[in-house]
């Protein structure tokens, strides 16, 4: 049974900082990319960032780039997200996300195998 746990989602005021952990447990993710994606009120799940689980890979939406940062502690089993400058639009459901494909910027979402259930990220202006 694999599970994926994301924490440190709260209210935060445009132009600070927050960092999302997700704790991985259940099984052996040598071979898997870990993945954050978001979804906001009446908008598709949207591909945020990804890296392989070595932490040699890094992916990053064009919207995000320069702002956000993941990085993984394979040690604990938790890969987190560091978000700096966050801006309004940036408010969503934040969910961690597991898999052996290659991520990539749209379609991936569809290849998932391993989801979080998501933790609330609200940025205010």
């Known amino acids: 049974q694999v599970q994926l746990l994301e924490s440190g989602g709260r209210l935060v005021q445009a132009g600070g900082s927050l960092r999302l952990s997700c704790a991985a447990s259940?099984?052996?993710?040598?071979?898997?990319?870990m993945g954050w994606f978001r979804q906001a009120p009446g908008k598709e799940r949207e591909f945020v960032g990804a890296?392989?689980?070595?932490?040699?890979?890094?992916y990053y939406a064009d919207s995000v780039k320069g702002r956000f940062t993941i990085a993984r502690d394979k040690a604990k089993k938790t890969v987190d997200l560091q978000m700096n400058n966050l801006i309004p639009e940036d408010t969503a459901v934040y969910y961690c996300?597991?898999?052996?494909?290659?991520?990539?910027?749209?379609?991936?979402?569809?290849?998932?195998?391993?989801w979080g259930q998501g933790t609330q990220v609200t940025v205010s202006s």
């Open positions: 996300a597991a898999d052996t494909t290659s991520p990539r910027p749209t379609g991936w979402e569809k290849s998932i195998r391993y």
């Open positions: 890296i392989s689980w070595s932490g040699v890979m890094t």
């Open positions: 259940g099984r052996t993710f040598s071979t898997y990319f």
